[in-house]
């Protein structure tokens, strides 16, 4: 069965503490995986797309990285703005629009 | 991108009655997606809707109990009939836009408590 785990459930950090959040991965074929982030009483709001194990992407103060069977999403010097919800899903290779979804980590940064 | 207006942004409903979401988007797209996300779960596809055809549910979703209309291109509405404790839940509005590459815009969400 296809499926995504996400680890840890939730994660509390001092302001400036680097850490990663964990996308692991059972799928039959990958065609992408996907990172969100979600905020309080808001949709998810679209992160990253990887295609293909080594890819790396960044924005701010985020890097997603793939592997063949998990992805890790680093924060690196967190602001208490960074504190949500990140989401992580993954479309399969015989799928046009369907995705898996992990049930998310909620980032907690304390100042 | 892409700016999504649902409503309402969350109701409570007595048991056995129907409530009507409606999404409407700032722009005309092909894919419109309804999802269901339960407090510490995944998001679950409840169905694709579709312009000017019959929507297409997931596995466990049925048109019966989740009717949805797509009269144009800015807008749809998902249903929920009859609903049980068990539809207390925040239905999200989602759409994609063409070219898609996994990225998709989300409306706020309703969140829907039946008592």
């Known amino acids: 069965e296809d499926q995504v785990t996400q680890s840890p459930e939730a994660l509390r950090l001092q302001e400036g503490e680097s850490s990663s959040l964990n996308c692991s991965y059972t799928?039959?074929?990958?065609?992408?995986l996907f990172w969100y982030r979600q905020d309080p009483g808001k949709g998810p709001e679209f992160l990253f797309t990887?295609?293909?194990?080594?890819e790396e992407k960044e924005k701010e103060r985020l890097k997603a990285t793939l592997t063949k069977k998990e992805s890790f999403l680093h924060i690196t010097a967190p602001k208490p703005e960074d504190s949500a919800t990140y989401l992580c899903?993954?479309?399969?290779?015989?799928?046009?629009?369907?995705?898996?979804w992990g049930a998310g980590t909620k980032l907690i940064i304390k100042p | 991108s892409a700016v999504i207006s649902q409503k309402p942004s969350r109701d409570i409903c007595q048991r056995g009655t129907s409530l009507t979401i409606q999404c409407q988007v700032d722009s005309q797209v092909t894919m419109m997606f309804w999802y269901r996300q339960q407090p510490g779960q995944s998001l679950t596809l409840i169905a694709t809707a579709n312009q000017g055809s019959e929507a297409t549910y997931e596995s466990g979703f049925v048109i019966d109990k989740f009717p949805i209309s797509r009269p144009n291109l800015t807008f749809s509405t998902l249903t929920v009939s009859n609903m049980s404790p068990e539809d207390s839940s925040i239905y999200l509005c989602s759409v994609g836009k063409a070219g898609w590459t996994g990225e998709l815009f989300f409306g706020e969400g309703s969140r829907l408590t039946v008592l």
């Open positions: 899903a993954v479309q399969l290779e015989d799928s046009n629009y369907q995705l898996i």
């Open positions: 799928v039959s074929g990958l065609r992408g």
């Open positions: 990887l295609y293909s194990a080594g």
